[in-house]
């Protein structure tokens, strides 16, 4: 199995070669068998590689150093397959690495890919651009893949822009709207902003620690620099700024709500469930250059509290399902920062897991909806569709309800939980943020359950929903559900399993569980909660009126809209940086610095031109300057 | 004197001996085809003498391939004091040949339709390869002039071989006048290097170069053959016949021209001023520093605007030989192995996308009409998909863009530049890049761009043009993306 | 034979040379620079001529010196020789074959340029340029 781990990224790249080479002439059907089948089977792989490593590294007997040092020499395997370039001072291996980060990130992405890739072949079926749908899909997984199984930094990046540009191709998949390629294009251009402090931030590593294998960069660092040590501290902010742009944080979170332009399974797959996520992937893995630089790790925290609050008022205000979605996966996000900002590293992997399956599948139901009620987004125009859609409105609510984190019963509440319980431990102001967070999301989700399914139907529902559609939706219900119980803390008599098989990679979170606390801790995420449950239930359900009344014109209507327009950051941005940016290029379209390069431009033409005279088409002329060229060699050679 | 043939001898000669007596025997079969008049054996639409010659053709050339591991096992060997047959000659004659085998299937598509093309192309193509192959073993000033002969008269043939353009008379004529001259300039160069010396060999040559500064005498003569050499090659002030030649020949004869008989001209170059201590040769070192700066610059700069796509391909080709020139000269006496694994990469790199960039314009084209202009290729991704995306990827590994085998090329260039300090030469280079990305992508976009004329029609597509770019492309991102098997074969080879 | 040096043979040449490029570049009848192409492959081959009539009653002192200094690169059966070199006159034979050829095929593209182009005008060949 070990030997296979190659075959892992290589199989949905199959898929995307086979599907872009011949997926034009190949019937649908078959289309759909090649991109689920080779998700599939690199599932299936993955399981089985998985079971092995786990099976290998329990009878070796690993154990994290359980003060919380960083554990550098973890349990990973290696496959080096081979060298891209070599030459002295500079080489790029392509290698992986799989260690239990990465394999709990493969397991999630080519199991919840498989899913989505199966819930598309029924979304997409009308669609003209079946194929290049599924290739773009595949290729996709493979490049998710290549990120977090990437031994070497160079290799990572490749996976980095790869994902850029596989939800670039698929937010704008629908390019002949003009408001979709443009969505597209602000998505590509503002995750760039990180993305080029990220490729600065691997430039910095590589000059002052000389590699870029993923092993040799934490370890030299650990080696090398000392706690707070300036390059740490630079490193790691540069590194945060790829982050926080491919995570769609604050401060570089306006994309993500434009990216809903896309077809609805993209929005699941990428938007919510994998790639939004390589941000988090990127600072666990690098999480010894955090550990070097506690402001930078701090900081990450105060990111993942402010955007997660944000991001959930906003979500509070949508009227648009996908929006709402988009901001909640902004928000959930921010949680998973907040747990890496406190040093709770396994639980911010723990919440991106349970936040994979429920936000997919809050994703994909919303897609059945929508597609359903004849591409309607409003969720005041839809209403009662509980008694027409109950398989969607069960699915739904496990979705929703594991996002709200309600206690005990839901996946999301176990990671949630485990998130704030540590948060307690280490910043408290941090911890209220994600309490009220709790509250905000509690109210969210069960504003959406209210408002799409219960009152008054407004929308008939078509048709049905296929099975290849419905069979994804229960499957990762039930995993909403039922995903927490990997992780059961000891305090609720259960066994933490991915905790500890995390912390084989991660560092522990230490020894200060103070059990008073924690239970404490828990007690008021729980009241929070339910608390956030039953306001949205009175104000949606038994009393509509009321959510009229909050929008009455007045300071709260303004309030309202202000969070509905994502706080203003759009129209802030564009006053900022668009329009005087604009502005500045047309002013300064015959200044200076553009003379320079006019001028550079202008020369060549003009050298082209001149040089494009000696080309005459005379064949005596070409002997002239092939003699004249000799006698000039033979002056040089002579009087030199 | 003292001369025994053997075994061993014929063993290391078998590769050039195959595709020799093939050209013989197209020949003769050919005669004999077109006297006893055999059509009717052969579907229709094609001349039974062309698809023969064809086979035949790719048949000889795939088995000379084939017999180069048996040749290696007797290398490295001299065979008389004119010809050696080693690793590295080997490495390149494998280069060539391919090459050759894919100019055959491509030019096997060009003529498809032509019935009075007959199949002297591929007689013409043998021995053209005959004297490319013989050029890479040569060590010795008669096999050196001997192979470039060979090739040079093949070529005037095939360049002007559509006999109904006048293009291609023009190409012909310009071809040989011009050729002819530059031979004669080579021709004096080695008198006058053999009158000092005494030595018509071409190591003893190298070896005398890094032993001491040379006579006036003996560097006039060097760069006199410096004058054929570069006019092969295309070099900046050799270089105003390229893209007559290139734009008059039939496509798949320009492929040739660029890559097989600037490949050979170059190995063999390569061979002996690689590793020449240039400090000694300081004019030497001057002139050819100025050659590769000045070809670059002026290929690029005469490619930036050009609406003419074999044009444009042929004054990239002049720029790429600029860069390639930068290994031999950061080679040095200790850098030999660094730069022959550079020049060996870039070459290969060189090799597949021009052959399939000319690969795609052949497809293309025909006889009666050559797809040359910007507007055969406007909008080329909705006529052609698959063809516009095998020139646009040609065209990214020729820019370097990263994950093309043009980019690993580059880079060892680049490497082997900065290794040996040559500051200015590596600055051009970089400059020159950039440049080159603006025709290159120019040409690409346009690929994508609708078109605002009239669309060409649509050409149908030949099955063994397709076969040979499906496999160039597949070369391209392969090697690109795991160039491991390329440059463990040229490690092998420097060390034979 | 030895009233002639290898310097004035060389001079000689070059200007033959020098005459034939001359011609290649001020004459534009097609069939008159195939003529001076002549001029200067024979210059080249009279160089040759005398370059091997220099080198053919004594064994060659450079090579000589540096076959001494180094050992012999004889790799397969051939052994350097030290006999007395017939090299240049080869060369000769060398050139005059290849002249031949490229004669001919200069002839035959100088038949198509008078039916297909009807003059044998080398400027009138400059269609192809920029």
């Known amino acids: 199995m070990r030997q296979l781990l190659w075959l892992i990224p290589a199989l949905p790249l199959a898929g995307f070669v086979i599907l872009a080479l011949a997926g034009r002439a190949m019937p649908r059907r078959a289309v759909a068998a090649v991109a689920v089948l080779a998700l599939g089977l690199a599932c299936a792989l993955a399981v089985g590689v998985g079971v092995e490593f786990v099976a290998q590294g329990s009878a070796t007997q690993w154990t994290s150093p359980a003060d919380g040092q960083s554990p550098v020499p973890a349990y990973a395997w290696r496959q080096s397959l081979w060298q891209w370039v070599g030459v002295d001072g500079f080489k790029s291996d392509v290698v992986l690495r799989l260690d239990s980060l990465s394999l709990v990130f493969v397991l999630v992405i080519t199991f919840v890919g498989a899913m989505i890739v199966l819930y598309s072949t029924g979304f997409m079926w009308g669609d003209d651009g079946y194929s290049r749908f599924f290739a773009y899909m595949n290729l996709f997984v493979a490049m998710m893949l290549t990120l977090v199984l990437a031994g070497d930094l160079l290799l990572l990046y490749l996976g980095w822009e790869g994902v850029g540009l596989c939800s670039f191709l698929l937010i704008g998949f629908w390019y002949k709207d003009p408001a979709n390629a443009r969505a597209a294009r602000k998505a590509f251009i503002v995750t760039r902003l990180g993305d080029t402090a990220f490729a600065i931030g691997l430039f910095l590593l590589f000059t002052r620690l000389g590699t870029l294998d993923v092993q040799e960069v934490l370890s030299r660092a650990a080696a090398q620099w000392p706690a707070g040590s300036t390059l740490a501290t630079a490193a790691a902010l540069l590194l945060l700024g790829g982050a926080i742009g491919k995570s769609a944080q604050l401060p570089l979170q306006t994309w993500l709500p434009d990216a809903m332009a896309g077809p609805t399974p993209v929005s699941a797959l990428i938007h919510a469930a994998t790639m939004v996520t390589a941000g988090v992937y990127l600072i666990a893995r690098m999480h010894v250059l955090y550990r070097l630089a506690p402001q930078v790790q701090l900081l990450v925290g105060i990111i993942g509290g402010a955007t997660l609050v944000y991001a959930g008022l906003s979500a509070l205000t949508q009227t648009d399902l996908k929006r709402a979605l988009a901001y909640s996966t902004i928000s959930q996000i921010g949680y998973m920062f907040l747990a890496l900002g406190v040093g709770a590293w396994s639980a911010g992997i723990f919440h991106f897991v349970t936040h994979a399956f429920f936000k997919s599948l809050l994703f994909l139901a919303a897609g059945v909806i929508i597609q359903r009620l004849h591409e309607e987004h409003d969720i005041f125009r839809m209403g009662g569709l509980l008694r027409r859609m109950p398989l969607v409105f069960w699915t739904f609510l496990a979705g929703a309800a594991s996002l709200a984190a309600l206690p005990l019963v839901t996946a999301g509440y176990y990671s949630k939980d485990l998130i704030l319980s540590e948060a307690w431990s280490s910043n408290k102001l941090l911890w209220s943020a994600g309490v009220l967070g709790a509250f905000i999301t509690a109210l969210y989700s069960f504003r959406l359950v209210g408002v799409i399914f219960f009152g008054q139907e407004k929308t008939a529902p078509r048709g049905r929903t296929p099975a290849v559609m419905a069979l994804p939706l229960v499957v990762l219900a039930v995993l909403a559900v039922a995903a927490g119980f990997i992780n059961v803390p000891p305090l609720l008599g259960g066994w933490p399993g991915l905790t500890r098989l995390l912390e084989w990679t991660l560092p522990s979170a230490g020894i200060h569980h103070d059990v008073a606390a924690e239970i404490g801790s828990s007690l008021a995420v729980a009241l929070t909660t339910l608390a956030g449950v039953a306001v949205a239930w009175l104000v949606y359900v038994r009393k509509p009126a009321w959510s009229e009344a909050i929008v009455r014109p007045g300071l709260r209507r303004l309030v309202w809209r202000w969070w509905n327009a994502g706080w203003g950051f759009d129209w802030l941005y564009d006053r900022l940086f668009v329009r005087p940016f604009v502005g500045l290029a047309r002013l300064n379209r015959d200044d200076f610095i553009d003379s320079f390069f006019d001028s550079v431009a202008w020369t060549s033409r003009q050298t082209h031109r001149a040089l494009s005279l000696t080309q005459n088409g005379q064949l005596r002329w070409y002997a002239m300057v092939m003699a004249l060229g000799a006698i000039l060699a033979l002056g040089v050679a002579i009087f030199i | ?496 | 034979m030895a009233s002639i040096s290898v310097e004035s043979g060389l001079i000689l040449s070059a200007v033959l040379f020098g005459l034939g490029l001359i011609g290649v570049l001020a004459r534009r009848n097609i069939l008159f620079i195939l003529l001076s192409i002549e001029i200067m492959l024979n210059a080249a081959g009279l160089a040759f001529v005398v370059a091997g009539s220099a080198w053919q009653d004594e064994s060659p002192t450079v090579a000589a010196s540096a076959a001494a200094t180094e050992p012999t690169t004889s790799v397969g059966g051939y052994k350097e020789s030290t006999v007395p070199q017939a090299d240049g006159q080869v060369m000769f034979f060398f050139v005059l074959t290849m002249a031949a050829a490229e004669v001919s095929v200069g002839l035959a593209l100088v038949l198509r340029m008078h039916s297909q182009a009807g003059s044998l005008d080398a400027d009138a060949l400059s269609r192809m340029r920029g």
């Open chain 2, 1 to 496: 004197m003292s001369w025994n043939w053997t075994m061993a001898d014929a063993q290391a000669l078998l590769p050039l001996m195959v595709v020799s007596a093939a050209a013989v025997v197209v020949l003769l079969v050919l005669a004999c085809c077109r006297r006893a008049g055999v059509a009717g054996i052969l579907p229709a639409g094609e001349t039974p003498a062309t698809r023969i010659g064809a086979v035949l053709t790719v048949i000889a050339l795939a088995a000379a391939l084939a017999l180069l591991p048996v040749a290696g096992a007797a290398a490295p060997r001299s065979v008389t004091f004119l010809v050696i047959v080693d690793g590295y000659g080997l490495f390149f004659a494998g280069l060539l040949l391919s090459a050759c085998i894919a100019v055959a299937l491509l030019g096997h598509s060009y003529f498809r339709q032509e019935t009075s093309a007959g199949g002297e192309f591929y007689v013409l193509l043998l021995l053209a390869a005959a004297g490319a192959m013989t050029l890479v073993f040569s060590r010795h000033f008669a096999s050196f002039f001997l192979g470039l002969e060979i090739l040079s008269v093949s070529l005037y043939a095939l360049a002007a071989y559509n006999r109904a353009s006048l293009a291609g008379l023009e190409a012909g004529v310009k071809y040989l006048v011009l050729a002819a001259s530059s031979a004669s300039f080579l021709l004096l160069g080695m008198a006058f290097v053999y009158a000092k010396t005494g030595t018509m060999d071409l190591g003893r040559l190298a070896q005398l170069l890094n032993a001491a500064p040379q006579p006036a005498l003996v560097t006039v003569g060097l760069l006199l053959i410096m004058v054929g050499v570069g006019f092969k090659l295309a070099l900046v002030p050799f270089h105003l016949w390229t893209a007559d030649v290139y734009q008059g020949a039939p496509a798949a004869v320009t492929a040739f021209i660029a890559t097989v008989s600037k490949g050979a001209m170059f190995a063999l170059l390569m061979r002996y001023l690689v590793g020449v201590n240039f400090t000694l040769q300081y004019p030497l070192l001057a002139v050819l520093t100025a050659v590769a700066v000045g070809s670059m610059f002026v290929g690029n700069l005469l490619a930036l605007r050009q609406e003419n796509v074999k044009r444009l391909l042929a004054y990239s080709s002049i720029a790429q030989l600029g860069y390639l020139l930068v290994t031999l000269l950061a080679a040095g006496p200790g850098g030999r192995e660094l730069a022959i694994r550079a020049a060996g990469g870039f070459l290969a790199a060189y090799f597949i996308a021009t052959l399939g960039a000319f690969g795609v314009v052949s497809l293309l084209s025909s006889p009666q009409r050559e797809a040359e202009s910007f507007d055969d290729y406007r909008g080329l991704a909705w006529r052609h998909p698959v063809l516009a995306g095998v020139l646009a990827a040609m065209l990214l590994s020729l820019a370097g863009i990263p994950l093309t085998v043009g980019f690993i090329g580059k880079f060892y260039v680049l490497a082997a530049g900065v290794n040996a300090n040559l500051a200015a030469l590596v600055a051009a280079m970089v400059i020159n890049s950039g440049i080159g990305l603006y025709y290159y992508l120019r040409l690409a976009i346009a690929l994508f761009t609708p078109s605002r004329a009239e669309p060409p029609p649509r050409v149908a597509i030949h099955p063994a043009g397709a076969a040979v770019l499906a496999v160039l492309t597949v070369l391209l991102v392969a090697v690109g993306v795991y160039p491991q098997p390329l440059l463990r074969l040229l490690a092998a080879v420097v060390a034979l």
